[in-house]
């Protein structure tokens, strides 16, 4: 068939791989949003234009991240989709996210503006309030008689529904125009009903209806004072994020001339801006600066404070060859250092980018609070319809004197004048059903429910990233709640990947006249391993000069082979040997055997088909692995050893370790650990796999477990790879991160608990589930404060968990 280009367009869109390799991503950040009922509005508006593969939209942050077919959508039509409904967004390219002053003011100015933003409807919420509240008390109005004049409160109401109340009416309208009522049209609809039926009750006396006006008022003093305290909460809460972005250097001291003599010379220096600098060039950094970009040390020596990438407070001294980091804070000495890495490429800015898209990723468990979200507004106002129904037609009748007195009641405890309270059976009917109808309305809170998830990953992977701890996301916390096995690499992970050449040993007599290390060292000069290294460090070591080889080839996990002066080389484990069919013969087994059995890796060589001789190597226990494994068997968690090593080697380190030999897979090549992770996947026991590695050779294992736990060593496969990046190298951070991921994923629940409970409570409640019996009604302006405390104590719980995490 001849495929027309539309037809192979699809074909090549049907590839999973091809998908993967054409996505693009669009970060849109997006303001008005409001609770979860927006979230759900902005995830709406954005996945119904074609190309657009999903999207993750975060209220705390308010950010949006649209995943698209390359070239598919344009990003203008994104942004004037959603600014047009009420959403006004714009694009965050990477220059702009490097460069604030490119979309908004630096971060010091717009906190200041923030905060001066709080505190203005601080002051307006506390003036409402107040005011309202102020005509309760009787003394007070015998001095200032106008606090119990009815037209005092009238006005009072009118003013606060014309200046504080107008984004909220503007904002609810807008919802209601676009099909997605909000957490704002509840409460306008709420706010105009009070003001409406208490005008109408001042304006025709004669139908004896009660005038409340305190109730729009105070229910607007609540409403701004909760959002107020929340929001505060919420800049809390990114606190660890914003000092994150701090970090990044705005300007460097670029070196003209990197000549010796003219290194110090002050016409050679020019400061330039840090986004400017480029690979190759060389920098000065004084005592005070922090490192502009990563970089090597070309001259000087200093110490650098790294807590910002670590998490470990003890400075690091830095000498010529040493590798610095952008953002650490250089601490005593001049050096000049050569830029490796810039821009969006440095080891900062891909935290920072992490950290970010980490916030946006949700954990599953937030889908059932965004569905309930998106539909959470249509069942308030029938819920509230339906108790304006209910206790008009039948409630009023049934219980007509416990409705009658609570009505007064409540007029009296308001200051509200006898001769507005309610004379006319048809009138309090009408009254009451319509004021337990605003107080359902006022009352749903729909923000906590948008609010429960992001705010504690927000907090979860900002304390995480101080202290050197990365996790990609919410869906990241909650997987890591369910672990119940963690698979440890052992080379470089475990160990500290630094093996040194402990015995050589000379089974047959060479054809070659040089020593066995020299010939294994021409071997090994054409790869790159840690057992390669060694071997080569050997023959430095020795002062031994390494022969020319030719003609490479290497199977991980299992050996190497070159041609050297003449001579067909092999190198490797017993499998390598079998694999070419060459003899091993009892000597050689007895010898590899007592190598083996004291932890050490043992390598072959054979010269022509001849085993000639054998390398033992050794590497030593991380300091903290020790301490690592027994705080994970005291967490109830199954240890394990995963290795490419010999059975032998691999029992010996587990020995040291406590790990059971029923705990240890060894002979695995590199290639099918991902198999044995599956294994265990699938198993009978059917266990929850994380698998801790150092980010290179085993990027397919990490990628097969449950969670993928990498020590920052393999930097750029780890960042790609592993949905945990552990910044300090250090293994008992194993520990801490799922300390901190349990602890995160607890919040997120127990936020969740609160936000439906509060819901499934507070409308029943406030619907008048109790007047019958208990005579217990609650009022609108009761209800607003209680919708404004349910906001604020999710956040403020999240809060709690960066105390909880930071004194473990």
């Given amino acids: ?465 101080e202290r050197g701890l990365l996790i990609k996301g919410g869906d990241v916390l909650e997987k890591v709640h369910k672990l119940d096995t963690i698979v440890f690499d052992k080379t470089g992970t475990l160990t500290t990947g630094k093996p040194t050449v402990t015995d050589c040993i000379s089974i047959t007599e060479s054809a070659l006249e040089i020593s066995l290390i020299q010939l294994a060292a021409a071997v090994e000069s054409g790869t790159y391993h840690p057992l390669a290294t060694a071997i080569q460090e050997e023959a430095k070591r020795q002062y031994l000069t390494i022969p020319n080889a030719v003609d490479f080839h290497t199977e991980p996990g299992m050996g190497v082979s070159a041609v050297v002066e003449g001579k067909n080389v092999l190198l490797g484990n017993w499998e390598w040997f079998n694999y070419h069919q060459i003899d091993i013969n009892e000597t050689a087994q007895q010898q590899g055997n007592k190598l083996a059995k004291a932890g050490k890796t043992v390598i072959g060589v054979a010269v022509d088909g001849i085993l000639t001789g054998l390398i033992a190597v050794s590497d030593t226990l991380r300091p903290d692995a020790q301490t690592a494994v027994d705080k994970l068997h005291q967490m109830g968690l199954r240890v394990m050893l995963l290795s490419g090593d010999r059975i032998e080697a691999a029992t010996a380190i587990a020995k040291q370790l406590g790990i059971n030999n029923t705990d240890i897979i060894a002979g695995i090549p590199p290639a099918q650990k991902a198999a044995m992770i599956q294994s265990l996947q699938s198993g009978k026991s059917k266990s929850f796999v994380a698998m801790v590695g150092d980010g290179i050779n085993d990027a397919p294992a990490l990628s097969q477990a449950d969670v993928g736990i990498a020590l920052h060593s393999g930097t750029d496969v780890a960042m790609e790879t592993a949905e945990i990046i552990l910044m300090r190298n250090s293994l008992t951070d194993v520990v801490k991160a799922i300390h901190l991921s349990r602890a995160t994923f607890n919040t997120i629940r127990q936020n969740l608990f609160w936000a439906f409970a509060y819901n499934t409570i507070g409308i029943p409640l406030a619907a008048g589930v109790l007047l019958p019996s208990w005579g217990f009604n609650l009022g609108p302006s009761s209800a607003a404060a209680l919708m404004a405390f349910s906001s604020v104590s999710v956040v403020t719980n999240s809060i709690f968990l960066r105390r909880l995490a930071l004194n473990r």
Avoid at 37 to 44: I, L, P, Q
Avoid at 207 to 221: N, Q, R, S, T
Wanted: glycine share 10%.
């Fill in 1 to 465: 068939m001849q495929l027309t280009p539309k037809t192979e367009l699809l074909v090549l869109e049907s590839t999973p791989s091809q998908k993967i390799l054409t996505s693009e991503k669009i970060i849109l950040d997006v303001g008005g949003m409001k609770c979860g009922g927006c979230v759900n509005a902005v995830e709406k508006q954005l996945i119904q234009h074609l190309g657009v593969k999903s999207v993750c939209v975060n209220l705390t942050t308010e950010v949006a991240v649209v995943e698209i077919e390359p070239g598919a959508v344009d990003a203008d039509t994104l942004i004037q989709g959603l600014t047009a409904t009420g959403f006004p967004s714009q694009l965050r390219t990477a220059k702009s996210a490097g460069d604030q002053s490119a979309v908004s003011p630096n971060p010091a100015s717009r906190q200041r503006q923030e905060m001066q933003s709080i505190i203005r409807q601080l002051v307006v919420a506390g003036l409402l309030l107040f005011l309202s509240g102020i005509g309760h008390f009787g003394n007070i109005g015998a001095i200032l008689p106008i606090l119990n004049n009815i037209w005092f409160h009238c006005g009072l109401a009118t003013i606060a529904i014309i200046i504080p109340g107008r984004p909220i009416l503007v904002e609810g309208w807008l919802g209601w125009r676009r099909g997605a009522p909000n957490m704002n049209t509840l409460i306008g609809l709420g706010t105009l009903t009070a003001y409406i039926a208490s005008l109408v009750a001042l304006l025709f006396p004669q139908m004896g209806w009660e005038c409340f006006f305190d109730e729009p008022v105070m229910m607007l003093g609540f409403i701004l004072l909760g959002r107020t305290l929340e929001k505060q909460a919420r800049l809390r809460a990114a606190k660890a994020f914003r000092q994150l972005l701090a970090l990044s250097p705005q300007t460097a001291r670029l070196i003209i001339n990197p000549e010796p003599e003219k290194l110090i010379a002050g016409a050679n220096m020019i400061e330039i801006p840090a986004e400017q600098v480029r690979v190759g060039e060389w920098l000065q950094v004084l005592p005070g600066d922090k490192i502009p970009v990563d970089g090597e040390v070309r001259f000087g020596q200093t110490t650098i404070d790294e807590s910002m990438l670590t998490g470990e407070s003890v400075p690091v001294i830095k000498q010529p060859g040493d590798i610095v980091t952008g953002g650490t804070l250089n601490q005593s000495g001049a050096i000049a250092i050569q830029a490796t890495r810039t821009g969006d490429d440095t080891t900062l800015a891909q935290i920072v980018a992490l950290v970010e898209a980490a916030q946006t990723r949700k954990a599953p468990v937030q889908k059932l609070a965004d569905t309930v979200a998106g539909y959470f507004t249509y069942g308030v106002l029938a819920a509230a319809f339906f108790t304006f129904g209910f206790w008009y037609l039948w409630g009023t009748h049934l219980w007509p004197d416990v409705t009658m007195s609570g009505t007064m009641e409540m007029a009296h405890n308001m200051g509200h004048h006898p001769q507005h309270l309610v004379p006319h059976t048809e009138y309090y009917s009408l009254l009451i059903s319509l004021k337990l109808a605003i107080a359902v309305m006022v009352v749903a809170c729909p923000c906590a429910l948008g609010l429960a998830t992001p705010t504690a990953i927000l907090v979860g992977t900002g304390v995480g990233a």
